[in-house]
């Protein structure tokens, strides 16, 4: 019998990522602790969601609680794992490393090593395109050292890849670590620019753009992206770190327009310097997930970002 932990269950990814297993009659046992990095009610409501299913079992908990961990492993008898809790935000993480470092590097060691007891079959990780930092190499690619981190966030993502290598060397533990690639779409997250942007369309806010918009991000679709997760959970291939993004890179000041064409409505924007935390690009070669995870994202930016005006039209009853 399998059992998945999604870790981060209540959230945006982890949310889409239960759901989508449960879709397919697994059982599922989330983990999450509700912080309000961002409103927590979001969280609620993405839970509420899970919990139509019979299959489903959510703890609300810290991964940093070594005991709980331990024993939630023991009692619910995990075979898979797919870490996605953590601290999210690059620039919040200027703030609070220590935060970011507890929960991103040793949350996933304690996660680790009760997989390593359970004997887990699968452990998929959930890194970042921000680990190849300000790199000269586009697109990104997985044989990049990315050794040159902008912020604790992407430091403790690449810590935490590195810790898990040790895992599969020592003890012979599956893992596949996925970069994603800037992840939007309904229920998204409201600290990320889509969200924000539909925001501001409907309160007017004036947004900061990086370098006046010249800056480009590989946004990727939700749902490519939990394709490629249970497709990475499906699949052990020993150790594995896997880009996992759509490979079309559009400008800042491009996506701006594309949001107000769909919504009508101009954004109030005012160019602000990009901080020293943040990379003028994100780009993926997803050849390697194509080739190992059968990966073909299939929804233009142009597409997903319809989709998500449709379900904040729907969320906000507008
Ligand atoms: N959204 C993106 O574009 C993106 C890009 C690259 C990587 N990622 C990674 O994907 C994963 C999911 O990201 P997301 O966008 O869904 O973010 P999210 O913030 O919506 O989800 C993370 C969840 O983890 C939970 N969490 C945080 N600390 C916890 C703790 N100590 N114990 C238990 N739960 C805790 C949060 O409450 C939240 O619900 C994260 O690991 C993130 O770093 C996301």
């Known amino acids: 019998m399998m059992t998945y932990l999604v870790t981060g269950g209540a959230g945006f990814i982890g949310g889409h990522v239960a759901r989508a297993l449960l879709a397919r009659g697994e059982r599922v046992v989330a983990i999450d602790n509700f912080n309000d990095y961002y409103d927590p009610a979001i969280k609620r409501h993405n839970a509420a969601r899970l919990r139509e299913y019979d299959k489903f079992h959510m703890i609300e908990g810290d991964i940093r609680d070594v005991a ?17 809790a953590a601290m999210a935000g690059v620039r919040e993480s200027v703030r609070q490393p220590r935060l970011y470092l507890d929960v991103n590097l040793t949350g996933a060691l304690n996660l680790l ?30 044989t990049d050292s990315a050794d040159r981190p902008l912020a604790a966030y992407p430091a403790s993502k690449r810590a935490a890849e590195l810790l898990a290598h040790t895992y599969h060397n020592l003890f012979g533990m599956q893992v596949t670590a996925l970069r994603f690639f800037n992840v939007y779409g309904p229920a998204g997250r409201p600290d990320m620019m889509p969200w924000r942007l539909l925001e501001a369309t409907q309160s007017g806010e004036r947004i900061k753009l990086f370098n006046g918009g010249d800056i480009h991000r590989d946004w990727t679709y939700i749902a490519d992206t939990v394709t490629g997760v249970l497709a990475a959970l499906d699949r052990p291939l020993g150790f594995e770190i896997i880009n996992l993004g759509c490979g079309a890179p559009i400008s800042l000041k491009d996506f701006v327009e594309l949001i107000e064409k769909f919504t009508g409505k101009t954004i109030d924007k005012v160019s602000v310097a990009t901080p020293a935390s943040d990379p003028p690009i994100t ?36």
């Open 113 to 142: 090593e009760a997989g390593r007891a359970a004997d887990i079959k699968q452990f998929v990780l959930a890194s970042t395109s921000s680990v190849y930092g300000r790199t000269k190499i586009l697109p990104f690619v997985e």
């Open 68 to 84: 709980l961990v331990d024993r939630l492993f023991a009692k619910r008898g995990i075979t898979h794992v797919a870490h996605l």
């Open 283 to 318: 780009y993926c070669d997803n050849r390697k997930a194509r080739e190992l995870l059968g990966f073909a994202p299939a929804i233009s930016v142009e597409d997903g970002l319809r989709r998500t005006w449709d379900w904040f039209r729907d969320y906000r009853g507008l």
